[in-house]
Nanobody, 124 residues
Framework: QVQLVESGGGLVQAGGSLRLSCAASGRTFSNYIMGWFRQALGKERELVAGISRSGSSTFYPDSVKGRFTVSRDNAKNTVYLQMNSLKPEDTAVYYC?????????????????WGQGTQVTVSS
């Protein structure tokens, strides 16, 4: 089992920044691909960032590329999501998730463990 706890969400004005953190406990953190997902009201959950086990590879969809940066500190069992130039359409509940696959996966079904989520609201 892997337990994931997100923090850092909140209310920010458009153009602002937030940094989300996800602390992991349980099994060896560095064995897992980590992903950040978001789910807006009435929409499906979508991947916004993925990072490999070592942190050497990352993935971003076009909607956040250049604005979001994912990183991890395996010594601290923590993954981060730096979000800059936030837009109202970034408003959602953000989740971190862990996957035991060998490469970054984009589908929610590939992730075995999920945090409880943290709300990010961007006002215009």
């Amino acid at each position: 089992q892997v337990q994931l706890v997100e923090s850092g969400g909140g209310l920010v004005q458009a153009g602002g920044s937030l940094r989300l953190s996800c602390a992991a406990s349980g099994r060896t953190f560095s064995n897992y691909i980590m992903g950040w997902f978001r789910q807006a009201l009435g929409k499906e959950r979508e991947l916004v960032a993925g990072i490999s086990r070592s942190g050497s590879s990352t993935f971003y969809p076009d909607s956040v590329k250049g604005r979001f940066t994912v990183s991890r500190d395996n010594a601290k069992n923590t993954v981060y999501l730096q979000m800059n130039s936030l837009k109202p359409e970034d408003t959602a509940v953000y989740y971190c998730a862990a996957s035991y696959t060998s490469s970054i996966a984009t589908l929610t079904s590939s992730y075995e463990y999920w945090g409880q989520g943290t709300q990010v609201t961007v006002s215009s």
